[in-house]
């Protein structure tokens, strides 16, 4: 079996437009023989097909997307017949949000709409038991009428399936940009890695650039387990400090540190000033005093190292000067200093 192209016929679908190719699938615009109506077709290339996880996971998704059926979540179609493997889906006219970000920061406004929009559909979602573990701009879709819908449950987590879904696809799933550092470690996640994904999504909409640079992927991985992210009130001259607070907690690499949910994320992008005041008021999470007792332990270390190699260089010092010393007792009579044969020396 071989690929379609724009022209073929896939069931009762016709192809009018490829829309974007991937390493495992391709997604096309069509049109439904039956309604007349303009659909999406995501379909992977053939030599997967064959794919015993690939085809769980193709299933999956579908099923995580009937199951979700809301307004915010692109809604799935059922063709009349499937005679291969593929995802008929509705079509939304708009454009995604990393095309948006293409042309740099958004207003904060703006920025903060989309990321209010986002975090309510996501609370849904979690509410329904999934975790879509791959939040990224290209995965956020616009609407002409400004409105948000989430794509691409490709890897979605959902709970009455979780086995099935681990096993399958066992090991670290994500975009690296957007991964949360759990993720990295290889653990499934759950609503705390959305909050990360979306609080990295907003922290670019704002700042016009992502929390980490790193030369390569391997690199920015390494980052994000060892490194805490840029403060984003310095990468965003002029953003109000408590909005910022909310976004830095979001993308906290301990997720004990995070929003608990989209929900409460969606509370504090709400209201970020209520936000920052509730935060000053509680305690410190023990996370946050482990990583401040480090910080303090790397400080005192640090000092010390600097100590102890002053204090090595004094004695170093005063070593050369009794040598010194001593080498001048024995040549007075000479007013040529002593020169050493490094030849004998080495020797």
């Known amino acids: 079996m071989n690929d379609i192209g724009v022209g073929d016929r896939l069931d009762q679908y016709r ?4 829309v974007s190719r991937g390493a495992m699938g391709s997604i096309y615009k069509a049109t439904d023989g039956d309604s007349g109506e303009t659909v999406a077709l995501k379909v992977p290339h053939f030599q997967f097909e064959s794919d015993a996880a690939f085809f769980d996971r193709f299933k999956r998704e579908e099923e995580i997307l009937r199951t979700l059926d809301h307004p915010g979540v692109v809604g799935v179609r059922s063709p009349r017949e499937r005679t291969r493997l593929y995802l008929a889906m509705e079509w939304v006219e708009g454009c995604s949000l990393r095309a948006l970000l293409a042309a740099g920061r958004l207003p904060r406004a703006r920025a903060l709409d989309l990321a209010r ?9 979690h ?7 791959d939040l990224k701009p290209e995965n956020i879709h616009v609407t002409r009428e400004g ?12 709970d009455s399936a979780r086995r099935l879904t681990w096993a399958g696809f066992s090991g670290t799933l994500g975009t690296p940009d957007y991964m949360a550092p759990e993720q990295i470690h290889g653990r499934r996640g759950d609503e705390r890695t959305d909050v990360y994904a979306l609080g990295t999504i907003l922290y670019e909409s704002l700042a016009g650039r992502l929390p980490y640079a790193a030369p390569n992927a391997a690199a920015l991985l390494r980052r994000k387990t060892e ?5 984003l009130a310095q990468v965003a001259p002029g953003l109000d400090r408590a909005l910022a607070c909310v976004v830095m907690r979001a993308i906290a690499p301990d997720p004990r540190d995070r929003q608990a949910s989209a929900a409460e994320l969606l509370a504090e992008l709400t209201d ?5 005041a509730r935060e000053r008021a509680q305690p410190s999470h023990p996370s946050r005093a482990r990583w401040r007792a480090s910080r303090k332990v790397l400080v005192v270390a640090a000092v010390a190292l600097s100590l102890s190699g002053a204090g090595a260089l004094l004695w170093g010092i ?3 000067l009794e040598l010194d010393r001593a080498a001048g007792a024995g040549t007075a009579a000479s007013a040529a200093p002593a020169r050493t044969d490094w030849s004998t020396a080495r020797e």
């Open 15 to 18: 192809i009018t437009e490829l």
């Open 117 to 125: 929009q986002a975090a309510a559909t996501l609370a849904c979602v």
């Open 127 to 133: 509410a329904r038991g999934v975790v879509h573990r």
């Open 147 to 158: 409105g948000v819908k989430l794509l691409d449950f490709g890897i979605a987590l959902l």
């Open 227 to 231: 490194e805490a992210p840029a403060p």
């Open 272 to 276: 970020p000033a209520a936000a920052l």
């Open 318 to 320: 005063r070593e050369r």
